[in-house]
């Protein structure tokens, strides 16, 4: 089954600066179809529109809210049944990008910030992936990427503190026990882990702390989203069949292990 015939959902992808929209142009540049997943559901719908026009490739965009198990629910309803009208591929690669970061010091942060953060980060990606991943199991093929950060290795020291560097680390271990689990049945699962990537994530941050983080990249600057976007379209190619269970780093040497 060639990528044409396959549809990459992937959440988190209406920013015009971020890594989620890059990702999406990219996977339909490689011919893939895409579905745009995230909060704003007009945005996605818009967002999807572009992509369609701009590289001639099926696109649907639908609002979700991934921390809520009903709107994923719903979202997977919808794109299965524009699969089933004929207008999508199969889906064969999810691609978990939404997130938050927050900046706040420990003993500064809530209960509720605590949650907010965990439940976009980490049980997203948990309820995003179990939604899609059984028509991926039963077609003996498929691809799930997750979105973890350089704060989950190195424990913060970019921007997000204690419950970004946590959430992200429990991205962490779910890709890598999941992909233990699905290794017989053809779906790999993957994580990338960028540092600081030239996005709107950081809200809130001032341009001297954007340089401090850019000079203490050893490479001497922050990434692209194209760089980011990139590395996931490989980990959903043809090309990364044997690798599961993959961390790839994409930090510019701010973190070595």
Avoid: C
């Avoid at 549809?7 to 600066?17: D, W």
């Avoid at 639908?62 to 009208?85: K, L």
């Avoid at 500064?108 to 199991?137: C, Q, R, S």
């Amino acid at each position: 089954m060639s990528t044409t015939q396959r549809t990459a959902v992937i959440t988190g992808a209406t920013s015009e600066k971020g890594i989620g929209a890059t990702t999406a142009h990219r996977f339909a540049r490689e011919g893939w179809a895409v579905v745009i997943l995230d909060l704003d559901g007009e945005k996605s719908s818009q967002v999807a529109r572009s992509i369609a026009e701009e590289h001639g490739v099926p696109a649907f965009g639908h609002a979700v809210d991934v921390s809520d198990e009903a709107s994923v629910a719903t979202a997977r309803d919808a794109v299965a049944a524009e699969s089933a009208a004929g207008n999508l591929p199969p889906v064969g690669a999810v691609v978990n990008i939404a997130g938050i970061t927050s900046p706040v010091p420990f003993l500064e942060t809530t209960l509720e910030l605590w949650h907010k953060v965990m439940d976009v980060n980490a049980t997203g990606t948990y309820l995003v992936t179990k939604a899609f991943l059984p028509e991926m199991i039963d077609q003996g093929w498929g691809r799930i990427v997750n979105m973890s950060s350089v704060s989950a290795q190195r424990g913060g020291g970019v921007f997000g503190k204690v419950p970004y560097s946590s959430a992200k680390a429990a991205v962490l271990g779910f890709t890598k026990a999941l992909a233990r689990e699905l290794g017989p049945t053809g779906v790999t699962v993957n994580a990338v882990t960028p540092g600081a990537v030239d996005t709107n994530i950081r809200v809130g941050s001032t341009p001297e702390q954007e340089a401090a983080i850019a000079d203490s990249v050893p490479v001497g600057r922050t990434a692209t989203t194209e760089e980011v976007a990139a590395a996931i379209t490989f980990l959903a190619s043809e090309d990364s069949s044997y690798l599961t269970g993959v961390t790839l780093d994409i930090n510019g040497g701010s973190h070595m292990h």
